[in-house]
């Protein structure tokens, strides 16, 4: 019989540089992400984060210990799981260490980046779609897998703010001019600039956007930009 459902483990060498995997040379297999919240090519498992990005074991037993232990808090619930997908805009707690971590992007790699205060409590999501429910109600989906009823206010290419634990909207960012981004793609990837002007192309083309960054001005693709505030 032919094996079915995804591996559990993937070669290192080949994993998305995305990701920030260490040791691509040393060691050939990458414990996998399993199917969740997040995309595997765009994720790393929590077993990756504690043993080879944040150091804090040496085997995947020891991950196990710390998992089961409360070790690892992701957008303020325990996980268990040594698989369990980390991705992007994700807050990641360490109650042992008194740390506190969003997930973000360092150039293409996917990197824990420490928060503190309220920043610490704060998750945005990416508006990736929106539709109507038999009942008339506006049903919002983001990026991270999540859906929620929504209002007409919010759009595509949005950004919510929720508070976590308990995931109640603080607020709303409008895809707009004006507003800081994160560059999700492309060759300014891990890049916050001002938005200053969308740019419709015609036909198929995909919308642009005109941004400023520490690096002066560029142009990217609209679609790759996730709206972000001053607490980034």
């Known amino acids: 019989m032919s094996k079915k459902g995804g591996s559990n483990h993937f070669v290192r060498m080949r994993a998305s540089k995305d990701i920030g995997v260490v040791g691509r040379k040393k060691i050939k297999w990458l414990l996998a992400p399993e199917p969740g919240t997040h ?46 997908p980390i991705g992007v805009m994700d807050i990641i707690s360490e109650p042992a260490e008194k740390k506190v971590y969003r997930m973000s992007l360092d150039s293409a790699r996917l990197v824990p980046k420490e928060v503190k205060g309220e920043a610490a409590t704060r998750k945005y999501l990416k508006v990736t779609g929106k539709n109507t429910n038999k009942g008339g109600k506006i049903v919002i989906a983001f990026h991270d897998g999540r859906n929620q009823f929504g209002d007409k206010h919010i759009s595509t290419g949005d950004t919510c703010v929720f508070s976590i634990p308990d995931f109640k909207l603080v607020s709303h960012i409008k895809l707009a001019p004006g507003v800081l981004c994160l560059v999700m ?38 679609k790759y930009l996730f709206a972000v505030d001053g607490n980034y």
Do not use: C
């Open 185 to 222: 793609k492309g060759k300014h990837m891990g890049e916050v600039a001002k938005l200053e002007k969308i740019i419709e192309r015609p036909g198929s083309h995909d919308t642009e956007a005109h941004l400023t960054g520490a690096a002066g001005e560029f142009i990217t693709v609209r």
């Open 39 to 84: 995309k595997k090519a765009e994720s790393i498992s929590t077993g990756v984060l504690l043993r080879d990005v944040l150091g804090r074991a040496s085997s995947i037993h020891e991950v196990k210990r710390i998992l089961h232990t409360g070790g690892l808090l992701v957008d303020g619930k325990k996980v268990t799981e040594t698989r369990f």
